[in-house]
C-alpha cells in the first residue's frame, strides 16, 4: 500500500480513538453524570472496546481473552468478572457506536474515494427480522411473534440504508417489530444527500415513499410489483420496452403525504421492462428521465447492484452472528447490534484500498478478484481493540492489509442460483455459547 493511502486510513483509526477517548464524547455517552469518573479497570474506553470485538463466545471467556490480548500477556487471567462487566456496561449508552460509525462513514465519503455509479452514491434499503432472547422486559419492548405452533418468540426489526459498491453501512437501525419496513425507510431517506440514488425492492414502493426521496433532491430506481398498480399494468399490456408515465397520487396517498408534509404533485418517472431470461419480466422505474444520459441498457445491471444489501444481512446473520446476543436486557440489544454494525464498517472501509490493487493485477488473471471478507472479519477479531490501543497503528494495519491479499476470491459474472425458501435457521442459546 502506498504510503499517503496508508496515512488517510492511519488518521481514520486516529479520528475515532480521538472521538473514542474525548471528554466530551464520553459524556454524551454515559448513563449518569457520575458513570466512568473513577480509574477502574472497565473504563469508558475499554467497555466500548470490548463490546465491538465482534462477542460470539462465553461472556467470561471473551473478557479473560480480550485482556490477554490488550495486556499482551502469553496466558489468559481472570482479571475482570462477567457479573462486573454486566454492571459496568449499563452505565454505556448504545448511541456511542452509533456516532462512531457515523464519523467512520463521513471520513469515508470525505477522504477516500468511495466507488460512485455515474457520480451518484448507489444506495439500497432493506429490512429483516432478528430473533431475540426471550424476557419478559425484551418481550414487552420489542413484541412478540405468535406462531401457529409454540410459545411466543420475541422479534425486533432491523434495516439498513447500504452503499452497495462500497459495501458501508451507512444507518441501521434495530426496533420494536411493529415498525414498518417502509416507515424504517422513511428514517433513513431523511438523511439523503442529492448525489444519492436509491435502489427499492418491491414491497417498499408507495407514493409518499418516492416523494419523500424526491424531497431530498435524490433519485430512485424502484422495482414494481407486476400487479397493483395501474400504470404498470397499462405499460407490460402495451409490450413496449420504455415510456414516460405519470404516477397519480391516490385519495389515500394523498392523506399520507399532507400528514408527512410532503407535497401531492403528479410524479413523472420513467418505466422500463427487463427481461430476465425464460419468459420472466420486470419492471423498473426511475426518476432519471434524461434517456441520452440513462439510456435503458444500463437498468438491468444497476438494479442487480441491489444484491449486496441482501448479502450483507448474510454476513451479518452468519459471519458477524448479530443474532448471538451478550446480555437479555434491552440495552444490550441495542449495544450488541451498532456495536457490531460499527465494527463491520470498519472492516469494510479497512478494505476499500485492495480492491485498487486487485484491479490492476486484473489483466494478469481471468476474473476480477475481492477481498474475502469473511476473512476478513475474523482477522478484524482483537485487531480492532489494538487498533485503539497502540500508538502507532501503522503496522497492524500494513498487516491486516497484507492478510487481506492473500485471501481473496474471484468474481464470476452472470453466476445465480435459486433461493433457498426453507433455511434452518440458525439459533444461538444463551447457555450453550462455545468457548473457542
Not at 453524570?33 to 463466545?57: G, I
Not at 443474532?323 to 444490550?332: D, F, P, R
Not at 469494510?348 to 469473511?374: C, D, F, G, S, W
Request: hydrophobic content about 45%; glycine content about 4%.
Amino acid at each position: 500500500m502506498n504510503a499517503d493511502t496508508a496515512v488517510l486510513y492511519q488518521g481514520l483509526l486516529q479520528r475515532l480513538k480521538t472521538l473514542l477517548e474525548s471528554p466530551d464524547f464520553q459524556a454524551r455517552h454515559r448513563q449518569q453524570p457520575k458513570d466512568f469518573t473513577r480509574q477502574r479497570c472497565l473504563s469508558f474506553v475499554v467497555v466500548a472496546c470490548f463490546l465491538f470485538n465482534l462477542l460470539k463466545r462465553a461472556l467470561q471467556d471473551e473478557l479473560d481473552e480480550f485482556f490477554k490480548v490488550l495486556n499482551g500477556a502469553e496466558l489468559a487471567a481472570r482479571l475482570v468478572t462477567k457479573s462486573a462487566f454486566c454492571q459496568a456496561r449499563l452505565k454505556l449508552k448504545y448511541e456511542v457506536f452509533i456516532e462512531l460509525n457515523q464519523t467512520q462513514v463521513g471520513y469515508f465519503y470525505e477522504h477516500l474515494s468511495p466507488l460512485r455509479w455515474h457520480s451518484f452514491r448507489l444506495l439500497a434499503v432493506d429490512g429483516s427480522m432478528s430473533e431475540l432472547p426471550h424476557t419478559p422486559e425484551i418481550c414487552a419492548h420489542f413484541g412478540v411473534w405468535h406462531p401457529a405452533a409454540g410459545g411466543t418468540c420475541p422479534k425486533a426489526r432491523v434495516s439498513q440504508m447500504f452503499d452497495t459498491l462500497n459495501h458501508v453501512t451507512l444507518e441501521a437501525l434495530i426496533a420494536p417489530k411493529g415498525l414498518g419496513e417502509r416507515e424504517a425507510a422513511a428514517l433513513h431517506f431523511a438523511s439523503l444527500q442529492p448525489d444519492d440514488l436509491v435502489l427499492i425492492d418491491r414491497g417498499y414502493p408507495a407514493f409518499w415513499l418516492l416523494v419523500l426521496i424526491l424531497s431530498q433532491g435524490a433519485h430512485f430506481c424502484v422495482r414494481f410489483s407486476l400487479s397493483g398498480w395501474r400504470v404498470v399494468e397499462d405499460f407490460l399490456a402495451s409490450g413496449r420496452t420504455e415510456q414516460t408515465v405519470t404516477l397519480e397520487p391516490s385519495a389515500e396517498a394523498r392523506q399520507e403525504c399532507a400528514e408527512r408534509g410532503l407535497a401531492t404533485t403528479p410524479l413523472t418517472i420513467r418505466l422500463l421492462r427487463i427481461e430476465l431470461g425464460a419468459g420472466a419480466v420486470e419492471v423498473l422505474g426511475t426518476s432519471l428521465l434524461a434517456q441520452q444520459d440513462y439510456p435503458s441498457a444500463l437498468f438491468k445491471e444497476l438494479y442487480h447492484e441491489r444484491w449486496p444489501v441482501e448479502e450483507d444481512y448474510k454476513a451479518m446473520k452468519l459471519r458477524v452472528e448479530v443474532e448471538n446476543w451478550s446480555g437479555k436486557s434491552v440495552l444490550a440489544i441495542y449495544q450488541d447490534f451498532h456495536a457490531k454494525v460499527m465494527t463491520k464498517n470498519l472492516t469494510a472501509i479497512l478494505a476499500h484500498p485492495m480492491q485498487a490493487v486487485l484491479a490492476q493485477a486484473r489483466q494478469e488473471k481471468q476474473y476480477l478478484y475481492r477481498t474475502n471478507m469473511a476473512q476478513a472479519l475474523s482477522k478484524m477479531k482483537d485487531t480492532v481493540v489494538l487498533f485503539f490501543h497502540r500508538a502507532n497503528p501503522l503496522p497492524l494495519l500494513n498487516g491486516l492489509w497484507r492478510l487481506m491479499l492473500q485471501t481473496i476470491e474471484p468474481v464470476r459474472p452472470g453466476r445465480s442460483s435459486p433461493r433457498e425458501k426453507r433455511v434452518k435457521r440458525r439459533r444461538f442459546m444463551m447457555n450453550y455459547k462455545p468457548l473457542r
